[in-house]
């Protein structure tokens, strides 16, 4: 349980009695340039309940030394959670000929920590560019990068974990510096005064994977919009299968020639990809300003209708998407289009001369809705939508950022969901605007661009990935990117994506396609086989950098009752890494002992919940580990010819002297056993069994649908 401290007018939040945020003391910057440090006023503890609980809401009052602003601070406790908020007031500025003194635009509000108790380990998430974030690891919290949004530490107590929050007008980062750590609180837009806006989420405990659930449903729901979580939202069915887009494979360059050849190669090679991202390059448009609905008539004569029609009833491609920004295109609308000219009413313009989608729902919506009800005709069936965190380069200093980013996820998303049923991908929006303002979307970028021609890539990829998804998987499903299957990573790339719980889709030009690097991560139909959650970085890596330090950088999943833990090796030293792998990797596994299974060597070894097993991974190698919880007599690992082999088992049942495997295709199933089997029967039929180590498997890659393997004891 967290408590408040009060000392020189500095406040510290204990957990347990140990202190978890010291010496927090409030400035205010103003927008007539002054710098205020508010004097202590009155304080008070407040009980209550309601939605998370019952709580006790410590209040601080603050006033500036001419009594013309009233800032409180509020930090409310839960028993697992806090909320810290906070208020201003201009007690003068209802006077006539007295202007309210207001908040600067930026970092209007700071608050100075001055400790996070005795940090003992550090990973903090922090916007590398405005719409990418990435890790930071370093135990002095002073050294925090601007913008960090996300901080986890570990003290000697216990695990804590602070997340920033945007609300219905501003938003909270983090920024080390000279005199510790700083809170900043900003609308982007200069003068607000007389506000309220929750700052901060703060939780503690034992489980460092539970905190980021705890803080943003908190969060949610002090916001008023708990079903923005992921776990409320619906992941689209087009994106259980895999796809294709054409970024690296055409950039800008894409034409309905190129998509055709990509499809007919596909569909040559037998690769069941069952949707297309049209990306960047497609539309009509001029100085990268959208000038037309339909796409350019250079690249799509007759626009995109054909195209489409042409990919779906010829190369069996199921759905095709289009890309776009949130403000049309990069430069959002160009001002001496006709469309500009056709939906004015329904457009802005900025302080820079920007035409964008106007900041207010039923107008952004009216548009949307437009151009989606013309794509749709055109049968296209939903849209990835880039450069989200773009808007404050477009807002910033007109209105409050959480304001603006409220009214354009609102109506974008309201389009969406009419025309395309909720489907999209969120892209280039990793800022707590987007974050914490999504109403219905599921699927969002969890990384930067993997750039396949540029060197040292991929290993920033795989770390933001493994380490952004810590605090982004509890409001979405995290999006890892697009890949090329002939590429020197791609081996490793395709055990990323199998365990990262999210979409899977190539981007490789014609003639460029392998098929032997996708078949392990789908069934023959193209559905593809997901893990139940996205991906994040183990703990014994959380406050590890693997790119500096010579060990694995491990990813865990789970896959219904059997965790999956993928090793890869990142570090920029090109050196072999060494570290350990075991069932504590995976929180939540439930059982006394496991069967671990390596994917590239088919090892298997039946171990303890607590046994460690050695790991060695050489420059650029991979492991890949299905945890299973051991049965007495049969342990169904699944398909082993797939990455995610324990999806491919649909269900299995136990009777006196047999075990019944239901299996979703055929392939290569695996089980464990203490002893060698009397008899195997696939379907009914009599098979052949392999065996070795105490693993043992059958080739039923023959059987059409499903397939019904019958164990009998031995």
């Not at 408590?3 to 945020?21: C, F, N, P, Y």
């Not at 002073?142 to 219905?168: I, M, N």
């Not at 059997?562 to 990142?570: L, P, R, S, Y």
Request: aromatic share 10%; net charge negative; with cysteine.
């Amino acid at each position: 349980m967290y408590t408040l401290d009060l000392r020189d007018e500095r406040l510290t939040i204990l957990w347990q009695g140990a202190t978890v945020v010291g010496g927090i003391a409030p400035v205010l910057t103003l927008d007539d340039g002054g710098v205020v440090h508010p004097s202590l006023t009155d304080r008070a503890a407040v009980p209550g309940e309601d939605a998370l609980g019952p709580y006790t809401d410590y209040r601080f009052t603050y006033q500036d030394e001419g009594a013309t602003l009233a800032l409180t601070l509020s930090f409310r406790v839960y028993a697992e959670v806090l909320v810290a908020s906070a208020g201003l007031r201009a007690l003068k500025g209802d006077r006539i000929g007295v202007r309210a003194r207001g908040l600067a635009p930026f970092g209007g509000l700071r608050l100075t920590v001055t400790t996070l108790g005795r940090v003992e380990g550090l990973m903090a998430n922090y916007l590398h560019k405005d719409w990418w974030s990435r890790p930071h690891f370093d135990l002095d919290p002073a050294k925090l990068p601007p913008r960090t949004q996300s901080v986890v530490w570990r003290t000697a107590e216990a695990y804590h974990h602070l997340l920033c929050v945007a609300g219905d007008a501003l938003k909270t980062e983090l920024s080390g510096g000279e005199d510790g750590l700083g809170v900043l609180t900003a609308a982007y837009a200069g003068g607000l005064c007389n506000f309220e806006t929750v700052t901060f989420v703060l939780a503690s405990g034992g489980d460092p994977f539970d905190l980021p659930d705890r803080n943003a449903a908190a969060g949610m729901a002090a916001l008023g919009t708990p079903l923005q979580l992921r776990e409320w939202k619906r992941y689209p069915e087009p994106l259980e299968y895999l796809g294709w887009c054409s970024w690296d494979a055409f950039y800008r360059e894409v034409s309905a020639d190129g998509l055709v050849e990509k499809a007919r190669e596909l569909q040559e090679k037998g690769v069941p990809i069952r949707w297309f991202i049209v990306d960047d390059g497609w539309m009509t448009e001029e100085g990268t300003a959208l000038a037309g609905f339909d796409g350019d008539p250079a690249k799509f004569p007759g626009g995109l209708a054909p195209v489409v029609q042409a990919l779906k009833r010829g190369y069996g491609i199921w759905w095709v998407g289009v890309w776009h920004t949130l403000f049309g295109y990069w430069n959002g609308i160009h001002r001496d289009s006709d469309l500009a000219l056709a939906y004015a009413q329904w457009l802005h313009t900025t302080r820079t001369g920007k035409v964008v989608p106007a900041a207010d729902v039923p107008a952004a919506f009216a548009f949307w809705n437009a151009w989606h009800t013309y794509l749709r005709r055109a049968g296209v069936d939903f849209v990835k939508v880039d450069y989200q965190s773009g808007l404050l380069t477009y807002w910033a200093h007109e209105q409050a950022i959480g304001a603006v980013a409220g009214a354009a996820h609102e109506a974008l998303e309201a389009s969406v969901g009419k025309a395309f049923d909720n489907v999209m991908i969120n892209c280039m929006g990793m800022a707590t605007e987007n974050l914490w303002h999504r109403p219905t979307s599921a699927v969002t970028r969890n990384s930067d661009d993997f750039f396949p021609k540029q060197k040292g890539s991929f290993t920033e990829h795989a770390l933001q990935n493994a380490y952004n998804a810590y605090y982004h998987a509890p409001f979405m499903w995290l999006d890892w990117d697009m890949w090329w299957t002939e590429h020197e990573h791609a081996a490793t790339h395709a055990v990323l994506r199998a365990v990262s719980g999210g979409p899977i889709y190539v981007s490789d030009p014609p003639g460029r396609t392998d098929p032997e690097r996708l078949w392990p991560l789908m069934l023959s139909d193209g559905r593809l086989l997901r893990c139940d959650q996205p991906g994040m970085v183990t703990g014994d890596c959380l406050f590890v950098d693997p790119s500096q330090t010579p060990v694995p950088l491990k990813i865990w999943n789970r896959a219904g009752a059997a965790g999956i833990v993928a090793a890869v090796n990142v570090h920029l030293g090109e050196a072999v890494v060494e570290g350990s792998v075991g069932p504590g990797d995976v929180p939540g596994l439930l059982g006394e002992r496991f069967v671990v299974y390596e994917t590239f060597t088919q090892a298997a070894r039946v171990v303890a919940a607590d046994e460690r097993l050695p790991l060695t991974l050489a420059p650029d190698g991979a492991a890949l580990f299905i945890i299973v919880p051991a049965a007495d007599r049969v342990t169904p690992i699944g398909l082993v010819n797939k990455a995610i082999a324990p999806v491919a088992v649909a269900d299995w049942t136990v009777t006196h002297d047999r075990t019944l495997v239901v299996l979703l295709e055929g392939g290569r199933f695996a089980w464990a056993a203490p002893a060698p089997p009397a008899e195997v029967r696939v379907n009914g039929l009599l098979a052949e069994v392999q065996a070795g180590d105490g693993i043992y498997t059958v080739a039923c890659g023959e059987v059409e649908g499903t397939v019904w393997v019958e164990i009998v004891d031995g």
